[in-house]
């Protein structure tokens, strides 16, 4: 089960960050981080990776709309195409694997 981040600083405003899919601000927390590796976008599942990144709702239909709007090139400042399978892959299988997520 996830947890809701909202009040995990008491209260205190959490960082907020941009989906690049629906342009919804939520909380850091609730957002997959994806950066740019070449070519290809990969999730950064551990918030290691270095260099700019792009944040999305783990959810396929927002990545679909980041990708119809073309927001990964912008997001990442590069010309593109970018390939997102790596991210279509993560997003497919934790929709079918949401009980077997292990924790960090
Ligand atoms: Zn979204």
Redesign the pocket.
């Known amino acids: 089960m996830r947890q809701h981040g909202k009040l995990e600083y008491g209260g205190l405003a959490a960082p907020q960050r941009t989906?690049?899919?629906?342009?919804?601000r939520?909380a850091k927390s609730e957002l997959l981080r994806l950066v740019l590796v070449e070519d290809q976008i990969v999730p950064d599942l551990r918030g290691r990776l270095p260099g700019r990144g792009a944040s999305?709702?783990p959810?396929p239909s927002?990545l679909e709309?980041a990708e119809r709007r073309r927001a990964f090139p912008r997001a990442f400042r590069v010309p593109g195409p970018l390939d997102v399978s790596r991210v279509r892959a993560h997003l497919e299988e934790e929709n079918h694997e949401m009980s077997c997520r292990t924790p960090s």
Do not use: A, K, Q, S
């Open positions: 989906c690049v899919g629906c342009r919804v939520t999305l709702h959810d927002c709309l």
